[in-house]
Each structure stands twice: as C-alpha cells, then as structure tokens.
C-alpha cells in the first residue's frame, strides 16, 4: 500500500527535496518545511509553521501555528508547542497567538512542553518532561517542572 494514503499533506504547504514524512502525519497548508528533514509518524504540523533544514521530529509530536524550528533541531517523542497565551475553548483571537523559536542546534527530548511566545537558543538541550515557560539561554541544559538551568554545555553536550 503507498504511504502517501497514510498521510494529510494540504494544499499551499511547501516541503523540499530530500524531506521525508512517514505514516499519520498531517501538515496544514501554508506549512514549509525545508531540506533533509525527516518528519516521523502521527506528527501534526500546523498553519505557518516553519521548519529548516536538516530538523528530525519524531512520533506523536504537535507543532502548533506561528512555530519556527531552526536547522539541525531534534525534537523527541511526544513534545508539544503550544501557541495560544489566552486558551479557552469559546474564544479564538489570532492576535493572542505568539510566535515561538527554537534557535538551531537544539535537542528537546520526550514530552516536554514548549510554551509559546519563546526562544530557545542554540545549543540548549530540554530534558524529558520539562516544562518550558521562559527564554533558554544558549548551551543551557534545562530539567524539570517548573524548569531550572542545572548546567551549561558546550555544542557537543560536554559539561562545562
């Protein structure tokens, strides 16, 4: 069976060469998503969210409107960035929507939740389960909930 019965792709959304997408994956329209990047399955990419090179996202991982992932992000399992500062189920202002950025080189690992409106700057690593409501600063390891910097690393995750 072809894989692509498997998968929403919309209209108006971008996706280059050498870019894979696996099973259960939908990507809204006006979506861009750039070179070599490997998109696992059951991922929800939003409307305008930007996605550069070289950017390996795995399964069950929401990317909600406004987000933009830089080049060379691995995002783990299960992440979720949120993109709503006022979420109620009645109301939907596009204006309370933030953009959110992760700076390249950034590793966010399984479940964590990535709150909008933020930058994660490059070289930081986010632990499993951590919830982040802050800018990170660059080459920061980041843990728990609420988030706290434990240590600083260097760009080949060497404690420094």
């Not at 399964?59 to 992440?79: G, M």
């Not at 500062?85 to 964590?112: C, D, G, H, M, Q």
Request: hydrophobic share 45%; net charge positive.
């Amino acid at each position: 069976m072809n894989k692509a019965q498997f998968r929403i792709i919309e209209e108006n959304s971008t996706i280059w060469e050498w870019t894979n997408i696996w099973n259960f994956t939908h990507i809204r329209g006006k979506a861009i998503i750039w070179k070599n990047c490997n998109i696992w399955n059951n991922v929800y990419i939003d409307t305008n969210v930007k996605i550069w090179n070289n950017v390996k996202i795995q399964n069950w991982v929401n990317a909600y409107n406004w987000l933009e992932i830089w080049d060379d992000v691995f995002v783990w399992p299960s992440v979720t960035f949120t993109n709503d500062l006022y979420p109620r189920a009645f109301i939907w202002w596009e204006e309370k929507i933030s953009k959110t950025t992760i700076e390249r080189w950034v590793s966010i690992w399984a479940n964590a939740t990535i709150k909008c409106g933020i930058t994660l700057w490059e070289y930081s690593l986010i632990w499993a389960w951590t919830v982040v409501t802050k800018n990170i600063p660059p080459y920061s390891l980041v843990v728990w909930c609420p988030w706290k910097i434990v240590w600083k690393v260097d760009k080949d995750w060497n404690k420094i």
